[in-house]
């Protein structure tokens, strides 16, 4: 167990090497001079002259990604164009809202979905099953801006029970930051929650096929137990993996959920970034994406080994 | 050892379980009655379809819902009739008054809890014990049906077990909490002979210190002259005869009964060891596979799965090489065919070494070795019709179209196929059929050895017969040099002129079948002969 921990820890560095390489090349694989993209249409020599010498482009490229991958070694991912903050500082501010939004829809999705998953194949094909795989084709279709929308109109507007936008962070008390949460988190499980629901469905319909399912019957297994122990165990290896999957992208592309209820995570800055062609930020962005998509992963690998013994090998 | 009131433990009465509309018959199991006492094993023997599994989870409740349904007769346990039990009683009843037993012990255990775990859960599930009892109790039960270090067993999963082991846990399951009947559903069928030897002894065993009752299902009389009590012969969802055991063997009654007992091979040889002085087709000389594992990070696992083998088969002569799971008899065959390659040794065919040719050079000798593989419903592609399968090996040799399509409708009604056949699917014949059509596949390419890795182990006993014999005839026919790969030293018997047996990636000891099954040399030998089931009563 510790060897296949440390094999799939160890196999994380080049996958990291090479994502650090290509933000690097970010930069300087566009067309044209790189600080002239950054200065943008309106700019003068002297603007220009100034942004290349403070991102150290007049250097040659070996000096200049030995600077910036040692500077990115010890935290500092430089310094933003715009607004002349740490990249560093402005991403770990915006870390908080897009966690808390994240792992909150993750936790809703995953107590919702997988008893809804595991229902509706037990009951595959009745009515219990056709209603919820109709709703989640639903909840699929229907877009997450449209969807938010609705919840602030009723919850928000007209019954008033919750704030229609904002963030508070945790710090200020638990009370405000729940509640803030809530409609987001709700808008954005509905998509995630038809997903899971869905996969959870297929894996444990397939796992109630099984002949030892048929041997738990044959002693008399309660079907809660049956339907928990041996259906739903050996049936969570794929679900997992789409969890995982979910998780990546929720960190990365909650945008839309963020504008609708205005909460200043990772999402907005990104758009913000790329609209202000802020390159050490979107750098320093891609940099914690590909961090989160390779530590989800690992996580991944490693929930895999748990729940089947047959992958500790 | 019958019940207080003198009963049965199960009664079966008119028994009649309906198939869904669109199945090809109205009923899997029509009209069937029979009982079993305590301390009685009764088979219940039939080939597939004839509604024996059917009948076996009928009794537990077992069939597969919304599938099957019971829609007449009686059932009854101890004297309680089972289809009036609700859903809940019913499933106090099993594990705790009746068991069951499956096939297929490599799926029959969940892959993601430990063996004991599994175990413990049959006390668990009934409210029995206190936790330190049960963990005793698990390994006690371990202990009763010969695990090995019973106290590390319980906490393995079933991936680390062999079949025979994890078949064992099954027994240990099923007679946790001592039922009154325990129903095996061909418990062996999976398991290679001298496993299956020992396993039936511990059923056995088991059963008589318990006096318990067993419904044992099986379509192997090898099985059934070794256990039963009593007999009873199903086709087609009836009952066709039934009796005890030496009646049913040695004086049966209907036809059917009579085909069956006619169909399962002699452990005699009945070869005249032939063709010893033709030519040899295929010589193998010290040929070794060695397959290794490991990676980067993970110490490399090397197995020898055939080491240092040699033999000769000759023109018209079956060579049988026999084994168990793992011996390497398979992966002789493919290497031979080249479908892997060997690690060391010659391959002669008509003289020339292919063991290490690279493809192009290789491709004229592949027409001239052909093979037949043991599964036929999944050594046909299902989306291609007979005549597209049949031609296309000729016509990949350039035999014109026209041509090819003469030779497939000449092979088909060698093989007993008609000619309509040709444009029809794999899906729409019988297992039989499709090994013959494999059979014809095979011969389409004029080969000059024919490779047959276990051909009738999926097949039926009545069809396996029919299908022996139509190799024994195509053989004769076409001068064929056949290496026959199976388990079955029954199968061996009828069709070799000569015997290989492999243990462990090594042939143990070879010669004219006769002097192999009449006076086995090697100590593997005599054990694998005296694990026939059914010998000296078939």
Known sequence: ?313 | MTSAAGRPVLAIRDLTVALPMDAERAHAVEGVSFDVEAGEIVCLVGESGSGKSVTAQAVLGLLPPGQLRVTGGAIELEGEDLRAAPAARLRSLRGRAMAMIFQEPMTALNPVLTVGEQVREVFVTHGLLSPAERRERVIELFRSVQLPEPERLVNTYPHQLSGGQRQRVMIAMAFALEPALLVADEPTTALDVTTQARILEIMRTIQRARGSAVLFITHDFGVVADIADRVVVMRTGKVVEQGPRDAILKSPQHPYTRMLLEAVPSLDPDADGGASASAAALEVRNLSKTFAGGGWFRRGRTVEAVRDVSLVVRKGETLAVVGESGSGKSTLARCAVRLTRASSGEILLAGEDIAQLEAGALRPYRRRIQMVFQDPFRSLNPRRTVAAALVEGPVNYGVPGPEALARAKRLLGLVGLGDDALGRYPHQFSGGQRQRICIARALALEPDVLIADEPVSALDVSVQAQVLDLLADVRERFELAMLFITHDLRVAAQVADRVAVMSKGEIVETGPVADVFGSPQHPYSRALLAAAPGRGRL
């Open chain 1, 1 to 313: 167990m510790t060897g296949f921990l440390l094999q799939r820890l160890l196999a994380t560095i080049p996958v990291m090497a090479v994502v650090a390489v290509v933000v690097f090349l970010l930069l300087h694989l566009g067309p044209g001079d790189p600080a002239a993209v950054i200065a943008g249409d309106y700019a003068t020599p002297e603007d220009i002259e100034r942004i290349r010498d403070r991102l150290g482009l007049n250097e040659p490229l070996h000096v200049q990604f030995l600077t910036w991958i040692g500077q990115v070694l010890t935290g500092d991912l430089g310094i933003s164009i715009f607004s002349n903050l740490p990249v560093a500082q402005l991403i770990a501010q915006r870390v908080e809202p897009t966690l808390a939004l994240s792992l909150g829809t993750l936790l809703v999705t995953v107590v919702v979905a997988v008893p809804l998953g595991v229902a509706a194949a037990w009951r595959a094909g009745a009515w219990l099953d056709r209603c919820l795989m109709g709703g989640a084709a639903l909840a699929f279709a229907v877009p997450v801006f449209v969807i938010g929308y609705i919840l602030i109109y009723v919850f928000a507007i007209k019954l008033a029970w919750l704030p229609v936008q904002g963030y508070s962070p945790l710090a200020d008390g638990a009370g405000p930051f729940l509640r803030h949460l809530v409609l987001p988190v709700v808008a954005l499980s509905f998509v995630f929650i038809a997903l899971i629901a869905r996969v959870t469905r297929a894996s444990v319909l397939e796992v109630l096929g099984e002949d030892y399912i048929r041997t738990a019957r044959a002693k008399g297994v309660t079907t809660f137990r049956l339907l928990r122990r041996h259906a739903l165990r050996p049936a969570l290896v794929p679900v997992v993996t789409v969890i995982g999957i979910a998780f990546a992208l929720l960190v990365g592309g909650v945008v839309v959920t963020e504008s609708v209820f205005n909460i200043p995570g990772l999402g907005r800055l990104t758009v913000d970034s790329v609209l202000r062609r802020d390159y050490p930020v979107i750098q320093g962005l891609i940099l914690v994406f590909s961090a989160a998509y390779v530590i989800t992963n690992l996580v991944v690998d490693l929930l895999y080994s748990v729940l089947d013994p047959r992958i500790r090998g």
